[in-house]
């Protein structure tokens, strides 16, 4: 049947700290951020409850209408859907929050020694009963992001399953402290889609707004990685721009500079969550400036360049209101 909806309401979950919800987004006009079950801690699962719920949010798009949450989101789309109801295809990870990072924008700065210290529960028997039960597809995509995924003890385990499983596409989230085998394997295989936020070009502006004195380490594991990628797009480094702190055409410079010299062919660009929630509807021009001055550079470099989820969102509110 065709209507509008999206591949997380029809086959994606997110595992978040303490609860498990149908997409990890909020920059939607809506909200996003719908919740299947809270105050959640890694219990059995009930599937039934799980596909009645997404079907429940199908029903209503089904109808001709907007899931509210959903509103405004880019990745709502009209096409005909597969009717099933019961498979997974879409996994988004963000269940723990330690992390050998302290970026300045990052909520965990609130209590870093509280979210450092905090015990997660265990994914590992999730996705084995998702397994026994064959409720899995990997025809879609993984995404782990949550703290630093090097430091999650299942993590090689949860990765090489997935990659055995045959997803073809997981896309981890790391800060490249710390280099890891499975992801190096994930790389070679061209499963794995590696992004690492450096948010900065020279080593005094990524120790501001890291946190940590990490740069060197960083560049050398990227170096690493991108010379195991099977896929010359695998390995990304991203820019979050932090208004008032990083949106200097010298680091943005750099930034590219230095992606390009360490073998990496695709960046990312991206707007600071609390800055933009706070002014989604009326973004400074200059904000749009630098965007576009890092997507003219990039391309010049020969680099791919492309914008993040908030970025894009972003964009395509400033479009709107352009052609209103
Ligand atoms: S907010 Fe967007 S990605 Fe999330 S379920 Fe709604 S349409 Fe899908
Ligand atoms: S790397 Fe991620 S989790 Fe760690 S401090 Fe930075 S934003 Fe927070």
Request: net charge positive.
């Amino acid at each position: 049947m065709r209507y509008k909806s999206c591949y997380w309401i029809e086959s994606g979950i997110n595992f978040d700290i303490d609860a498990y919800k149908v997409c990890c987004l909020y920059s939607a006009k809506g909200g996003g951020n719908t919740i299947i079950e809270d105050n959640y801690k890694g219990k059995p699962i009930n599937w039934e409850k799980v596909f009645e719920f997404k079907k429940n949010i199908k029903d209503i798009f089904k109808s001709g209408k907007i899931y509210p949450k959903c509103e405004g989101c880019i990745f709502l789309e009209e096409k005909d859907w597969d009717d099933d109801h019961t498979k997974i295809s879409m996994i988004n990870l963000d269940y723990w929050t330690k992390c050998n990072s302290r970026c300045t924008y990052c909520h965990t700065m609130a209590d870093k020694k509280r979210y450092n210290s905090f015990k997660n529960y265990n994914f590992l028997p999730i996705l084995k009963d998702m397994i026994k039960r064959d409720i899995l597809r990997p025809n879609g995509h993984v995404s782990f992001g949550g703290g630093e995924v090097t430091l999650l003890k299942e993590f090689e385990k949860l990765l090489n399953i997935f990659i055995d499983f045959g997803f073809p596409l997981i896309r981890i989230h790391s800060s490249c402290i710390i280099y890891s085998k499975a992801i190096e394997k994930g790389l070679k295989e061209g499963c794995v889609d590696l992004i690492v936020s450096v948010d900065s070009g020279t080593k005094e502006m990524h120790r501001k707004i890291k946190g940590v004195d990490s740069y060197d380490k960083v560049w050398k594991n990227l170096k690493n990685y991108a010379s195991k990628q099977k896929n010359k797009y695998a390995v990304k480094t991203k820019y979050i721009v932090i208004p008032g702190e990083n949106d200097i055409k010298e680091e943005i410079d750099a930034w590219l500079i230095k992606s390009k010299e360490n073998g990496i062919n695709f960046v990312l660009h991206e707007i600071e969550s609390k800055w933009f929630y706070a002014r989604r509807e009326n973004v400074p021009d200059e904000i749009f400036e630098i965007f576009n001055y890092a997507k003219n550079k990039a391309e010049q470099l020969g680099l791919k360049y492309e914008l993040y989820e908030r970025a894009e969102h972003m964009m395509k509110f400033h479009k709107e209101k352009e052609t209103q």
